[in-house]
C-alpha cells in the first residue's frame, strides 16, 4: 500500500520527519487508479538495490507483503512467465495480456466458485491445496496455468528441485525479527489505530471515499490501494453520510481487528515459513548470510539493550563480515525459532494437498466445512467446536431414538 502516493498515515508510510535524512525509495510513486503488481516491484526493487549497492552501501528491506518481500530475498519463489512482467498478480485485465484468450480473463473474473471448478479440472493436485473460498490464490494458480501451459504443481515441483547444494538468497542477507508479546503487541496496534484516526487517518479516509464514489463503477475493494486497511472497514459508515455513530464505532472496532489479524498472518509467516526457509541456510554454513535474530521490544524500557544495543552489535558484525557469536534469540523466546532438526528440507509437501470435510462441523451458511491436509484435520477433531457439535449430535440422536421408541408404544 505504500507505494501508492498520498494517504501516509493510512498506509503507515514512516514519517519523514523521523527519517533522520535516510533516504526510502520504491514508495509513494504510483496513482490510486493505478495497480501494482509483483513482477513490477521487484523490477523497480532490485534495480534499487543494485543501484545501492553500486556506491558500496547496504540496503535495508522493510517488509511488509510476504510474497513480494520473498521475490527479493529468494531466487526461486516466483514463477516467471512470458507475458509482461508488471501484469502478473492476482487482479486480471484483457488490456496487455496477449496470452490470455477473453474466455480465460472471463474465467479469472468470475465467480469463485467457477474459478475454483476451473482450477480443479486442470490441476487437480494443486486445487488440493487451496481452500475453495481462498479466491485470491486460487485465481492466482489457475492464472499460472492459463500463462505457461503447465500446471501449477508442476512449477511447485520445479521449484523444489531446485534447492540443491546452493544457497537460495539473491544477496548476502541479515533478517531482524523485532518482537512484541501478543497481548502487548494487540494493545500497541489498538492504540495506532486511534492515534492514526486522530492525527489525520479519518481525513485520509474521507479523501479516499470521496475518489471512489467519483468514480463510474465502484472498484473492487480486494484489489488496489481499495485494499488499505482502515477503507473496507469505514465504508458503510461512509455510504451512510457519516450521520450513524453506531456504524462509526463499529468501523473503528473493525479496523483495529482487521489490523491485529494482519499482525497475526505476518507472525504465522515469519515463523512457519521465513524461518524455515532462512534456516535452510545452515547447511550451507550461512555463506550468505540468512540468519534471523529476533529483538524482543515487549517492554519498551529496555529497548535500548533488548533491541537497539543488540541490532548494533549484530549489524556490526555483518557489515564487517564477521562471524556474529551472538545468539538469534534471547534466553526466554528459544521456542519462537525452528530448530535445524525440526526443519523439512526438500521435502515434497503435495501428498497434504487434499480437502478432507467434517461430518458434523458446518460453515455459517450450511456449506461443509472443510479442512486443508491432515494436520489440519487432526487440529480441527481435537478443538472444542467439533467436540461440542459432536455431544450435540449424539444428544439429538438419543432424543429421536427415545422419541421414536416412545412413540411405538
Known amino acids: 500500500m505504500q507505494m ?21 525509495y520504491v514508495m509513494n510513486h504510483i496513482g490510486w487508479d493505478e495497480k501494482y503488481f509483483i513482477h513490477r516491484f521487484r523490477k523497480e526493487a ?3 538495490i543494485n543501484e545501492i549497492h553500486s556506491r558500496k552501501k547496504t540496503p535495508i528491506i522493510i517488509g511488509g507483503t ?6 527479493l530475498i529468494f531466487n526461486n519463489k516466483t514463477i516467471e512467465t512470458n507475458e509482461n512482467k ?7 485485465e484483457v488490456e496487455g495480456k496477449g496470452q490470455l484468450s477473453k474466455d480465460m480473463v472471463d474465467i479469472l473474473n468470475g465467480p469463485p466458485e467457477i474459478i475454483y471448478q476451473t482450477l480443479l479440472s486442470k490441476d487437480p493436485k494443486i486445487a488440493g491445496k487451496f481452500h475453495p473460498n481462498d479466491t485470491r490464490r486460487v485465481r492466482r494458480a489457475l492464472e499460472i496455468i492459463f500463462l505457461t501451459n503447465k500446471k501449477t504443481s508442476e512449477h511447485y515441483s520445479e521449484q523444489l528441485e531446485s534447492v540443491t547444494n546452493e544457497s537460495s538468497l539473491n544477496f548476502n542477507t541479515l533478517a531482524f525479527w523485532v518482537y512484541s508479546e501478543k497481548s502487548i503487541l494487540d494493545k500497541r496496534l489498538d492504540d ?11 481525513d485520509e479516509i474521507k479523501e479516499l471515499y470521496y475518489y471512489y464514489s467519483s468514480l463510474p463503477e465502484r472498484p473492487d475493494c480486494e ?55 532462512l534456516l535452510k541456510e545452515s547447511k550451507h554454513g550461512y555463506t550468505n548470510g540468512g540468519k534471523l535474530y529476533l529483538l524482543d521490544a515487549t517492554d519498551l524500557k529496555n529497548w535500548d539493550d533488548n ?18 557469536t551472538i545468539d538469534q534469540t534471547p534466553d526466554t523466546l528459544r521456542n519462537m525459532l525452528p530448530k535445524e532438526e525440526n526443519t523439512r528440507d526438500n521435502e515434497d509437501k503435495s501428498t497434504e494437498w487434499k480437502h478432507i470435510k467434517c461430518e458434523v462441523c458446518f460453515n455459517n451458511d450450511n456449506s461443509p466445512l472443510i479442512l486443508i491436509g491432515d494436520n489440519q484435520y ?5 478443538s472444542k467446536r467439533h467436540r461440542s457439535n459432536l455431544n450435540r449430535g449424539k444428544r439429538k440422536r438419543d432424543y429421536e431414538a427415545w422419541l421414536a421408541k416412545n412413540e411405538s408404544k
Open 4 to 24: 501508492y502516493k498520498g494517504v501516509p498515515i493510512i498506509t503507515n508510510k514512516h514519517p519523514i520527519e523521523e527519517r533522520e535524512g535516510v533516504p526510502h
Open 223 to 277: 484489489r488496489g490501494i481499495w485494499q488499505v486497511i482502515g477503507f473496507k472497514e469505514f465504508l458503510p459508515w461512509l455510504e451512510s453520510g457519516l450521520s450513524d455513530d453506531k456504524l462509526l464505532k463499529q468501523s473503528i472496532i473493525d479496523m483495529k481487528t482487521r489490523t491485529r489479524q494482519y499482525a497475526k498472518r505476518q507472525i504465522k509467516w515469519i515463523k512457519s515459513l521465513l524461518a524455515v526457509d
Open 66 to 71: 510476504h510474497y513480494y518481500l520473498n521475490s
Open 192 to 202: 495506532r489505530v486511534d492515534k492514526m484516526l486522530d492525527n489525520g487517518g479519518m
Open 46 to 48: 532490485l534495480a534499487k
Open 307 to 324: 533491541v537497539f544495543q543488540r541490532g548494533a552489535l549484530i549489524t556490526n558484525d555483518f557489515l564487517q563480515n564477521k562471524a556474529c
Open 378 to 382: 487432526k487440529i480441527h477433531l481435537n
Open 86 to 92: 508488471q501484469n502478473s498478480d492476482s487482479n486480471i
